[in-house]
């Protein structure tokens, strides 16, 4: 079998516990006006390529000696890791009989019975949530957040270690009122799993050009380290740990 992907990343020690391979799968099912990897939200442009499986089996094996000794692994992001369903499976599997640890990067916007078997090979689960308020996340993203609500509470019940991200812009979600929305829900809902604040960044911007897209609008900006200082301290209060793997 095999797949589109935007690249294998290797190195990489932002997207999980020590040293790992970030595998980016292409295809997502929202448009964040923001988005960081705006080669992803599609299968097929100009920044993707199809792969064999075989072929990252093989990159991952080249890699093996550095997971053991950092205690890292293979991280599934995006795009949407999820919307190739049939290829992450059969990735996750493969690299599941390897005894390589697993992560995955997820929107949350997918039919949660569908990749339950999927999810429950990894040994963490990164999960964004963007908004709790349904039209504005509609608004920002192309799609409303029922789902992506309801699917964190099924994945936080299979009891897999799970980051909760929020992306923060200021324009978007940058405000006191969505941040104790956020806090609130995991409060009710996932109150054990953690949670990070990804401050918004402009790295993208490169990507827009050579696709030919227009940019994220200018007024969205970054948070800054005072921002997220203060929402942590709110979390915190919450009794909502935070993390940063930045």
Not at 4 to 21: A, H, K, L, P
Request: with cysteine; glycine share 8%; hydrophobic share 35%.
């Amino acid at each position: 079998m095999g797949g589109y992907i935007m690249q294998i990343q290797n190195y990489s020690v932002n997207d999980g516990e020590g040293i790992r391979t970030t595998i980016f799968l292409a295809g997502c099912p929202l448009r964040c006006m923001w988005c960081a990897n705006p080669e992803g939200q599609t299968l097929r442009n100009p920044m993707t390529r199809y792969v064999r499986t075989a072929e990252i089996l093989a990159a991952v094996r080249r890699q093996m000696i550095f997971y053991r000794k950092s205690g890292g692994g293979v991280t599934f992001s995006g795009g949407e890791a999820t919307v190739q369903t049939e290829f992450l499976r059969e990735l996750a599997g493969e690299i599941y009989d390897m005894a390589v640890p697993m992560a995955i990067e997820t929107c949350g916007e997918f039919s949660f019975e569908e990749i339950r078997d999927i999810l429950e090979k990894m040994d963490q689960i990164f999960y964004d949530i963007k908004l709790t308020d349904r039209e504005r996340h509609r608004y920002f993203t192309g799609k409303d957040n029922d789902r992506i609500l309801e699917n964190a509470k099924r994945v936080y019940g299979l009891g897999i270690p799970m980051v909760i991200r929020m992306p923060v812009l200021l324009g978007v979600n940058g405000d006191e009122k969505s941040i104790r929305e956020l806090i609130g829900f995991l409060a009710q809902n996932c109150p054990m799993a953690k949670l990070e604040f990804l401050p918004y960044h402009t790295l993208g911007e490169e990507k827009y050009r050579q696709l030919g897209r227009e940019l994220p609008p200018e007024e969205f900006q970054r948070p800054s380290d005072k921002d997220i200082e203060t929402w942590c301290e709110m979390a915190e209060q919450a009794g909502i740990e935070t993390v940063s793997y930045r």
